[in-house]
């Protein structure tokens, strides 16, 4: 990463901490503390799994509506309080800028969602008093939806870089929707024949595929999450947000300030 | 070298929902702006003066045309890193204090981490916030931010400034503050290029000035120049009182002690002379009176647009008393 993205990307994280955006951490812990509490009292057995089904699920919602709610300021603020002009005056590239800060949302999300993780892990250590090594595998899924986070970030900002905030929020939240039904997306694409077949398919090859990075029932079962499965989802988040990010790049430097 | 060279460069938008039709923000504008110049770009509001900065400042593509800064490319990085840039009324990121502002601009404009803090704190210092460093933005006044503007702009330690009204909204102290800083770039050799609807800035400031209205350029010249081109006016006293037929010639029309004083049109003067004559009085003196650069936009704007409504002075161009009060 060079001089000046670091530095928006600094600057990016800043603002969201100094903005009390992870004041969310409280909600959060509030949640988390009282479930722990409540599910020790009225389940037998499944405390555990209750946990972590709770706990992850309640990580990935308060990080997509992190996510979505400043990624789609993340330009339009910049371009409507007129902060971008003293930035692109600068030997600053529009990439540079929309990379910048990209990864500046990114960090702010893996910081919160780190605490958040712990939280989760507190949680479960509450319940059943002892971790195991199988619990590792919970740390496989909190990537994925790290992962996660990077998808939507990207689409925030593409969405930013062309859309008001208001239409912003509400494509990038029908995607993250619609993306995690993407599996059911696809079996239907598979049970269709024909146009609709393709049709199908090609929606399902668009629309992110989130419903592959969600694989908090299996880890609540304790299942491990396979090594092939977290090299895939690597590749394929690195893949798809560098494509957003590209197409919010292009969007952005063809743009006029006015 | 030409530290502006503006080349033929002109932007027109789209506008309308549904049928779409073009509006010309700025006409093709040639402009050359010499290294050490003291430029100021005149015009009323919406005449196309930040159409233009925004052009050079690559913040909007041109229609047509292009423009060099020190004889490179607009949008080139190098030429960017040698330019500093205030923006019409600037807002800047509120939860940072003034000093972390300076550090992440100067991140960017690629200043070195070792000479950050020396900067940060000498720029402060000469822009009158060096008590204010650690206060969050947020907390500034406008004449604060307007002065924090400035100081981000020169905190490189750039060749060429451009000034996007930089004294609009500041009360007579904080213009009269921005004035002896321009005055000081001038005298580091800097290139100063700044726009205003103020023309006593302009007046006092400016080695040249260029004057645009509805996206064209009217005029370039030293402001003597466009001034010299004022429909001119003479000032006449005498002693004696001032005879009737004289009174109603002008208001201006003023007795000290034994002396008259009146100013009329240029094309009243022998007339006036002769009428002095007949009633006996003892002519003092004849002096052209110098126009001022407001008088030449009054004069000039109205009559090269005759089809359009009259520039309403108090609410387009701002004369020094305007925009003091």
């Known amino acids: 990463m060079n001089s000046r993205v670091s530095a928006i990307a600094s600057n990016t994280f800043r603002e969201a901490v100094r903005d009390r955006v992870l004041y969310n951490l409280i909600g959060f812990a509030v949640l988390m503390a009282g479930a722990a509490i409540l599910v020790g009292q009225i389940s037998v057995d499944i405390e555990k799994l209750v946990v972590i089904n709770l706990g992850l699920t309640a990580v990935s919602l308060f990080g997509v509506i992190i996510a979505i709610f400043i990624g789609i300021g993340l330009v339009s603020k910049e371009i409507d309080k007129r902060t971008l002009y003293t930035v692109l005056s600068r030997p600053v590239q529009r990439w540079e800028f929309i990379l910048g800060k990209f990864f500046g949302l990114a960090g702010t999300l893996v910081v919160n969602t780190i605490c958040m993780a712990a939280g989760v892990f507190l949680a479960m250590l509450y319940v059943t008093h002892k971790l195991q090594p199988s619990d590792a595998s919970v740390l496989a899924a909190l990537y994925f939806i790290v992962l996660q986070f990077l998808i939507v970030t990207s689409l925030a900002l593409l969405f930013s870089s062309f859309s008001s905030p208001l239409l912003s929020a509400v494509f990038a939240f029908a995607v993250f929707v619609i993306g995690s039904f993407s599996g059911d997306l696809r079996e239907f694409a598979g049970a269709q024949s024909g146009a609709s077949h393709w049709v ?5 090859r668009i629309i992110p595929n989130f419903s592959g990075l969600n694989v908090i029932s ?20 690195f893949f798809y947000a560098a494509m957003v990010l590209c197409a919010a790049v292009l969007i952005f430097e063809r743009r006029n300030l006015k | 070298m030409s530290a502006i060279e503006i080349l033929g460069i002109e932007k027109t938008y789209s506008v309308g929902f549904w049928r779409k039709r073009p509006k010309c923000a700025l006409k093709p504008l040639h402009l050359q702006v010499e290294e050490g110049e003291v430029f100021g770009f005149l015009g009323p509001n919406g005449a196309g003066k930040t159409t233009t900065l925004k052009l050079l400042m690559g913040l909007m593509y041109p229609t047509a045309g292009t423009a060099k800064i020190l004889g490179m490319e607009i949008g ?4 960017k890193a040698q330019i500093g840039f205030l923006p019409e009324q600037p807002y800047f990121y509120d939860y940072l204090t003034a000093a972390e502002l300076l550090n992440y601009y100067g991140r960017l404009s690629g200043v070195p981490a070792k000479e950050l803090p020396q900067r940060i704190a000498a720029v402060l210092d000469r822009v009158g916030l060096a008590a204010n460093g650690d206060v969050q933005l947020r907390k500034f006044s406008k004449g604060m931010l307007q002065r924090a503007g400035i100081a981000q702009a020169i905190l490189h330690d750039p060749k060429v400034i451009f000034l996007d009204e930089p004294m609009s909204g500041l009360d007579p102290m904080g213009r009269r503050e921005v004035r002896d800083l321009m005055s000081q770039l ?5 290139t100063v290029f700044f726009s205003t609807h103020i023309l006593s800035d302009a007046e006092a400031l400016c080695d040249r000035v260029g004057v645009i209205y509805q996206g064209e350029l009217r005029a370039v010249g030293s402001v003597a120049d466009l001034t010299a081109k004022v429909h001119g006016k003479t000032e006449l006293t005498w002693q004696g009182a001032i005879p009737a037929s004289l009174k109603a010639l002008s208001a201006d029309a003023k007795v000290n002690g034994d002396t008259a004083r009146i100013v009329i049109d240029e094309a009243q003067l022998d007339s006036t002379i002769d009428t002095l004559r007949r009633e006996r009085c003892r002519l003092i003196s004849v002096n052209p009176v110098r126009g001022t650069l407001e008088e030449y936009f009054l004069q000039h704007m109205n009559s090269s647009n005759p089809g359009s409504a009259p520039l309403p002075k108090s609410k387009n161009i701002e004369s020094s008393q305007g925009a003091s009060a």
């Open chain 1, 200 to 204: 199908a398919m090609a929606a399902a």
């Open chain 2, 186 to 190: 001038k005298q580091e050799g800097k």
């Open chain 2, 76 to 79: 080139d990085p190098r030429m």
């Open chain 1, 218 to 237: 299996m880890v609540a079962h304790g299942e491990p999450v396979a090594a092939n499965l977290i090299f895939a989802n690597t590749a394929y988040t």
